[in-house]
Nanobody, 123 residues
Framework: HVQLVESGGGSVQPGGSLRLTCAAS????????MGWFRQVPGKEREGIAS???????TYADSVKGRFTISRDNSKKTLFLQLNSLQPEDSDMYYC??????????????????WGPGTQVTVS
């Protein structure tokens, strides 16, 4: 069983920064791909970043150059640094552990496990 818990969300002004953290527990070693997606009710889910156990990363164009994904495998922790935040980045952000498919941002949010989410508001 896998559990993921996100933290670090909040309210910031445009141009501000946040650092999201995802703490994983359980049998996470069986899977190597993790990432972040964002979604609010009524909007389409958007996978925004992925990272493999070897550190290989992919990003959606909407966040490339502004967001940075990283992980600490020894602590089973995933991070997302959000810089230059804009109002359109306001969303619920979810940590995801991918259990099937290639490790790319496009697949983040599909098969696997995710946490309850953390809210990011930019205004």
């Amino acid at each position: 069983h896998v559990q993921l818990v996100e933290s670090g969300g909040g309210s910031v002004q445009p141009g501000g920064s946040l650092r999201l953290t995802c703490a994983a527990s359980g049998r996470t070693s069986e899977y190597y791909c993790m990432g972040w997606f964002r979604q609010v009710p009524g909007k389409e889910r958007e996978g925004i970043a992925s990272i493999g156990s070897d550190g290989t990363t992919t990003y959606a164009d909407s966040v490339k150059g502004r967001f940075t994904i990283s992980r600490d495998n020894s602590k089973k922790t995933l991070f997302l640094q959000l810089n230059s935040l804009q109002p359109e980045d306001s969303d619920m952000y979810y940590c995801h552990l991918l259990t099937s498919g290639h490790c790319t941002f496009q697949n983040i949010g599909d098969y696997g496990f995710w946490g309850p989410g953390t809210q990011v508001t930019v205004s």
